[in-house]
């Protein structure tokens, strides 16, 4: 059965809602631009972001710890991180401490895991 567009989605108001938000993000989230599936998309996205927003607090770890927990939440590996940024390489430095985030990073790593960018910006110690 293919998968059907669900286009009553309201704010999400509890932890059930939430859970069914995510799942369905991870549905539609390499939809084709402009396909109803990515508008979904983009609306999940911004429903996600803002319950995660109203309901937790961000750990008190450095950006790179921030990113790798991000990741675990959204069942991201480094290699998805690469598509969004383009260079595995890069990617494995970071995640390993070898060079430090660049702006870019944080700009796309912000929307793609939903972490505010001045969380990305505190300065951490490289390896």
């Known amino acids: 059965m293919k998968n059907r567009i669900k286009s009553d989605w309201f704010l999400i108001d509890n932890e059930q809602e939430y ?27 911004h429903l996600i972001a803002e319950y995660e927003e109203k309901t937790s607090e961000l750990p008190e770890v450095d950006p790179v710890e921030l990113i790798k927990i991000r990741m675990e939440d959204f069942g991201y590996k480094s290699v998805d991180l690469a598509k969004e940024y383009g260079d595995k390489g890069t990617i ?15 700009r796309k790593f912000s929307k793609f895991l939903h972490i505010p960018a001045d969380a990305l910006i505190t300065e951490y110690e490289l390896k």
Request: cysteine-free; glycine content about 0%; proline content about 0%.
């Open 19 to 45: 859970e069914n938000a995510l799942t369905r993000y991870q549905e539609v989230k390499y939809a084709v631009q402009n396909s109803k599936e990515h508008k979904e998309k983009l609306l999940l996205a």
């Open 92 to 106: 494995s430095k970071v995640l390993n401490y070898k060079q430090a985030l660049s702006l870019t990073m944080v």
